[in-house]
C-alpha cells in the first residue's frame, strides 16, 4: 500500500515542484497575490505561509493530477513508448552497419 501511495504522490509532487518554478508563476502569482503576509508578526507569518504552502501544493497537485488523467486519456506514455523502440530499432541498424 505504501509503495502504491508513493507511486501515485511521486508524479504529483514532481509536477507541483515544476508548476512552482515556473517564472510566470514565480513573478506574476506568488510576488503579486502573497506580500500580504509581511504585514504580520514573524510568528504568524510563519503558520501563513505553511497554511498558504499546504494550499498551493492541493491546488497544483489538483492540477497536476488533470494532466495525468488527460496524459491516460490520451494514451502519451504508449506513443512514447513506441517511438523508443522505433528508435531503438533504428540505431541499432544503422550501428550494425560497418562503413570501413
Not at 518554478?21 to 507569518?45: D, E, G
Amino acid at each position: 500500500m505504501i509503495v502504491k501511495l508513493i507511486s501515485f504522490f511521486s508524479p504529483l509532487t514532481y509536477g507541483i515542484y515544476l508548476s512552482h518554478n515556473h517564472l510566470f508563476v514565480r513573478q506574476y502569482i506568488v510576488r503579486k497575490y502573497f506580500l500580504w503576509i509581511l504585514k504580520y508578526k514573524s510568528i504568524n507569518i510563519v503558520i501563513i505561509e505553511i497554511m498558504c504552502s499546504f494550499g498551493i501544493f492541493l491546488f497544483c497537485g489538483f492540477i497536476d493530477l488533470i494532466r495525468l488523467f488527460i496524459f491516460k486519456f490520451l494514451k502519451i506514455k504508449k506513443i512514447f513508448i513506441l517511438l523508443e523502440n522505433k528508435i531503438t530499432i533504428m540505431t541499432d541498424k544503422v550501428s550494425s552497419i560497418n562503413f570501413l
